[in-house]
C-alpha cells in the first residue's frame, strides 16, 4: 500500500457512499469513511490526511478541535457551509497552517466527487497526489521501451520478489544494485533458477532485447544510449558516485538524456540517496518514476530522498510494483 493514510468523515450516509466509492477507485494508500470523528472505525488508525464535512448538522465543532490537535494529522480539509467561515478560523486559530478550509454548497452528490475532489486532495501534500493514481489505469500503461530499476539494501529481496513473478513478453529491464561483484555472480545465477527471462550481467556496446535483464556488474558503472530505434548498453567509469559503484545515479542520468523514449524507472528499499537525482532527471525528461513505499522497503533511504526532490509520480508497495511489471509487455520492434 501507499505510505500515507486518508480519513473522511460526514455525518450523511450519501457522501460517505461516495467517497468510499471514489476512494476505493483512485486511492492507492489505506483510507477510512466514517460518520463521527469520534468512530469506532477510526480507533488505532493513523491517520496522515484527513477530510471532514462539516457542512450538514455537524455534532461538535469543540470535540473537532480536540480531533484535530492529534499530531499525527499532517493536513486536514474542512468542508463547511455559509457563515461558519470566522467559526472555524477562530476555533482553528493556532492550526491554521494544516487546516484548508473549503467552502461547499452540495457535497452529497457525485459530480463533487468526479469534478473537485481529486483536486481537493492533492491541495493535501505533494506527497499524497502521488498516491492519489489509479492503479488498474498504470496496469495497463503497459507501451514502456525499457524498464529501469535501482536498489541497495533490501534490494536482492526484493527484486527476487518481482523477477519471479514476471511473464515472457517483458520489454527489456535494466537493473543497478549495490553489490560486490562476486556475490554478483551467484545472485544472478539464483535469479536464473526462478524466471523464464534471461538474466545477465551487462557487455559493453551490448544492444538490449525483451525477456533479458540486465545488472550492471559490480566493477563500472552501467548507462544506456540510443541509435536509431535501437538501445545500447554502455560501460562507464569505475570511480564512485555518491561512494557507490556502479551507481543507479548513472544510468539513470543517461537514461533521462535519451530524447522521445518511453521509460519506467522504480527506486527500490536501499541505504543513502543514490537514484534520487537521476530518479528526478527521469520524470523531469518525461519518464513514468515509482517509489518503493516505507511500510515495504528494509531501508527507506533512497526512496524516502527520491520523494524529498518530488522525484517520484507514484509511491506504491513491493507488491504492486510486482502487479504493475508483470502487465507489461513488449510494445516495439528490436
Known sequence: MSDYSIAFISNEAVTRSYANEFLTEKWLGNFKVASSINSKRLENFKIDFCLIDTSKNFESFNDLKGFCKNIGIKKIIIFYAENKLDKLKKLFKKQQDRIIFKKVERINSKEFFINQFSDLIKLLSPVSSQSFMDLAELKTSNSYDLILLGASTGGPEALKQIIGKLKPNMPPILVVLHMQPDFLVRYCERLTRITTLKVKRFI???????????IADGLNHMEISKTGSDYFLNKGTDEKVKGHCPSVDVLF????????????????????????????SLKNSGAFTVTQNEETSEVYGMPKAALEIGAAKCVLSLEQITEILSAQEVQFSY
Open 204 to 214: 559493453n556496446h551490448e544492444k538490449v532485447v525483451p525477456n533479458s535483464i540486465y
Open 253 to 280: 542520468n543517461s537514461a533521462a538524456r535519451i530524447k522521445k523514449s518511453n521509460l519506467l524507472a522504480i527506486l527500490l528499499t536501499g541505504m543513502g540517496s543514490d537514484g534520487a537525482e537521476g530518479l528526478n
